[in-house]
Structure formats: C-alpha cells, structure tokens
C-alpha cells in the first residue's frame, strides 16, 4: 500500500523549521494540488505530501514527459530536439574541462532516452547509463543502440571508479536523497567529479512565474534547489561544490513550458526567459538552472 511522504524536518539540513510558501498544479499528468515548503535554515524548497518511490512511478505516465518519451508533439518539444544537438556539445566539453580529460570512465545517472550516453560514447569516454524507466531504456536500446543499466544497479558499482558522474536534472527526483549522495561519493575516482544540473528556485523565471513555474513539476520534482542548499548538502557530506555554471537555454524552454501552463503565449515565453538570463548575465547564480561541479572536501 502506498505512502504519502510528510518531510519533518528538511531533508538537506535536517532543520524543523520551514514554512509553506506555494500550493503547486500538477500540470502533466493528475492536475493534483502539492504544498511546497521552504526551510528557514537552508533555504531548500521541498514538496510536501508526495507519493513515495513506489507510488510515485504513475506520475511519470504521460506521452508528453520529454524524457522518457522523446516526444517532439508540439512545438515546444520541437524547439528542445533542435537546440539539444547545442546541449549535447556543451555538456560533453563542459565534463571535459571539468576533469582535464579527452576521454575516461563516465557515469550518468537518470540517462532517459539514452541522449547523453550515446554522445559521450561517440567522444571516446567509457560510458554507464542508469535510468529507472524501462520503457526509457528501450527507447535508448531502439535509438542508440546502447544498454542503459535500472537505477538501483548504482548501488552495486565500485569505489573510486568514475572520472566523472553526472546527473542532469535527477537530483531534484530522488526519494533518498542522502543515500545517493553517499553512493556517489564513493564511486567517484580519485580527482573525479560530480557534475550536477538542477533547476534554481532563485531565477527570474522562477519569481516571475511563481506556482506556474514549470521546474517546479510536482510531484516528480520533490527537492528545489538554491546555491545555498546545494552547498550545504555537499558539505554535509563530505563534498565541496568548486563552480557553478548557467544552463542557459534552459530559461526559455521553461519559460515556455510555464507560459503553457499558465495559458499564456508563446512570445511571452521567449521574451521571460531572454530576461530571466539578462539577468543572470549580472548574477550568475540566479540563472533557471545550475551546473555544480563538486569533489571531495579537502580532508574529507
């Protein structure tokens, strides 16, 4: 029988104090209402009253979830299949300098349609994919032609393997969440990395759009990082975040999605996420997604 998951205390910083602060639509797949808190302490955003890791699998259940699908009905997904040949690139070099290395032993966690793994593999790295939608992983198989692994196979991964591990949006789905976080630790190499994208709370889209922001998609996104809560769950853990990096064409397609659930336009979209990162220009941290490149603490 399923759960509802209540958070007593924040799941980064363990705090109990934290407030409601948005009651939040989910717009793809039940319409359901979820209360969003956020801690005093942390600054975290979480959802509250969420299927546990069971029952929240029906919540992934739509056609029009890009990830797991690969749809490109509608314009929107047509925009993200044309720019993502841009991504693709910009991931692939950003992990490059993230670990000095032309080629090495990569990990991503949360592969989907297998997108990513196939580019890495195609530069030359050594590549593993865990994904936990099987219907995801035959997309990968029928696509790319390459094996992505179910999720609870990171458990069973060895120590101090991986030049580098990367999540792409998943942090912010994960039900256990320090579990993860020590398991990546572990089998990250010697000098290796963590490259991890969330979404951020703290953007302009996000202020702008409040309850209509599509990063937040609930119930499937339980944690919605700040910097600050990112960091602090990395210290916590023994792990130093070393950069931040702005995903930037992550605003206009979010701003896209939100004006869609707002029922807004799409010029209003494009012109929201062009100011969202006008003003990340001046403040990088507040662009609608973040890249964190993290290692271990010193002394950790």
Known sequence: MSQLV???????????????????????????????????????????????????????????????TNTNKGIIN???????????????????????????????????TGTFVHTMSVAGWNVVGLEPDAAARAVALKKYNCDIYPSE????????????????????????????????????APGGKLIIAVPNYTSYDAEFYREDWASYDVPRHLYHFSPKSMRMLMERHGLKVIATKPMWLDS??????????????????????????????FHKEKCSSLVYIIELAPGA
């Open 252 to 281: 206009i397609y979010v701003s896209l999605l939100s004006e869609r659930n707002k029922k807004g336009n799409f010029l209003s979209g494009i012109w929201n996420g062009l100011k969202s990162n006008f003003y990340a220009l």
């Open 78 to 112: 047509r925009l993200y299949h044309i720019a993502r040949t841009f991504t693709m690139m910009s991931k692939e070099s950003l992990v490059k300098n993230a670990t000095k290395k032309a080629v090495g032993m990569l990990l991503d966690v949360g592969s989907g």
């Open 6 to 68: 209540h958070y007593t205390s924040c799941p980064v910083c363990k705090s109990q104090s934290f407030n409601q602060v948005l009651n939040v639509k989910d717009f793809t797949v039940s319409q359901e209402l979820f209360p969003i808190v956020e801690c005093n302490d942390c600054s975290l955003r979480f959802t509250q009253q969420i299927p546990d890791e069971t029952a929240v699998q029906r919540y992934y259940q739509s056609a029009n979830y890009i990830s797991h």
């Open 153 to 188: 196979e990171l458990f069973m991964l060895p120590a101090s393997t991986y030049d580098a591990v990367t999540m792409w949006h998943v942090l912010e789905h994960v039900h256990r969440l320090d579990e993860y976080i020590d398991q990546l630790k572990k089998i990250v």
